[in-house]
């Protein structure tokens, strides 16, 4: 199984970027599905996840106010699309999946890294002027 991420790149402050993930290699609709990011000699930080049908979402309080998790069951992908990006935001972006395909609004378990068990390879994003 794969987690493939893309999207990522240069952009300025202030710009958007939306980053996809496709997941391949076992059921896509099983799975909740969840951002991090890792910016240098920093832990890797949740960013947002997302349950398998798609209508329970959960963010980091500091995120979610510029950044929105989705996804597409019939294209196997799940989306983070992030507005006014600013140069904090800078980090390689990981997704990852988690088989109980549930989101608890507000449960910390979800947020930590150990809540799943595929990552993908990562896709730099880098905010600067």
């Known amino acids: 199984e794969h987690l493939v991420e893309s999207g990522g790149g240069l952009v300025q402050p202030g710009d958007s970027l939306r980053l996809s993930c496709v997941l391949s290699?076992?059921?896509?609709?099983?799975?909740?599905l969840g951002w991090f990011r890792q910016a240098p000699g920093k832990e890797r930080e949740f960013v947002a996840c997302?349950?398998?049908?798609?209508?329970?979402?959960y963010y980091a309080d500091s995120l979610k106010d510029r950044f929105t998790i989705s996804r597409d069951n019939a294209k196997n992908t799940v989306y983070l699309q992030m507005n006014n990006l600013k140069p904090d935001d800078t980090a390689v972006y990981y997704c990852?999946?988690?088989?109980?395909?549930?989101?608890?609004?507000?449960?910390?378990?979800?947020?930590?890294?150990?809540?799943?068990?595929?990552w993908g390879q990562g896709t730099q994003v880098t905010v600067s002027s």
């Open positions: 990852a999946a988690d088989r109980s395909g549930v989101v608890i609004p507000g449960a910390t378990v979800q947020t930590t890294p150990e809540r799943y068990d595929s």
């Open positions: 290699g076992r059921p896509f609709t099983n799975n909740a």
């Open positions: 997302i349950d398998w049908s798609g209508t329970k979402t």
